[in-house]
């Protein structure tokens, strides 16, 4: 396997808190963006037979709603509670990661600071092959976002866009499933319509 290369079939998503009262804060990403880069990275997820993790922090009733993006591609996933900004704290969750017998790890959440960062850390630290996947994440603000991603990519975690795990995980276009592909790639590259005032 190459070591620069991400191959579906050794691959496992972890979603993040995206969940309501938390996925709401970004501030270094539109809502419709990060509900783009969610939804693709989760039908990418399905095409590949890529398995996730859906993680949150319980709200004060003990439940958390979900970001519907998730669901409306993959079906209804069990979320995974925890009490810790870091994932991998969780043994239960630690546990799944492990048994998938996947040893990259494409994080997806809110905040990139926090619920995004901090397991990015130690699953390079346990030898995961850990990338961000950067349209799928959301910041607080642009300066500490780039902290935590510059802190990650330092460490030895590395970065990745939806369009590119499109793209590279593809293969030969001339497949079906591949075509599906490069139309994930195709609906990550549209950018929201911006106003004629505001282009001026």
Do not use: W
């Amino acid at each position: 396997m190459s070591a620069s290369r991400i191959v579906s079939s050794d691959t496992i998503v972890l979603f993040a808190d995206l969940q309501e009262g938390i996925a709401n804060l970004p501030l270094t990403i539109s809502a419709d963006r990060l509900k783009k880069g969610v939804r693709n990275l989760a039908k990418l997820a399905k095409l590949f037979d890529i398995p996730v993790i859906v993680t949150a922090v319980p709200g004060q009733d003990g439940s958390a709603q979900i970001m519907p993006e998730i669901g409306d591609e993959l079906g209804t996933q069990p979320t995974q509670f925890r009490s810790t900004a870091d994932a991998f704290l969780n043994g239960q969750i630690a546990a799944m990661i492990k048994s998938s017998g996947r040893k990259t790890i494409l994080i997806s959440g809110v905040a990139t600071e926090l619920a995004v960062q901090l397991p990015a850390l130690t699953g390079v630290d346990l030898g995961y092959r850990t990338f961000v996947v950067v349209d799928a994440c959301g910041g607080t603000s642009e300066r500490t976002e780039q902290a935590a991603l510059s802190r990650i990519v330092a460490h030895g975690g590395r970065t990745v866009s939806v369009m590119t795990l499109a793209g590279e995980m593809a293969g030969d276009f001339r497949e079906p499933k591949a075509q599906a592909a490069i139309g994930i790639l195709f609906d990550m590259a549209r950018q929201e319509q911006v106003p004629t005032e505001v282009r001026q």
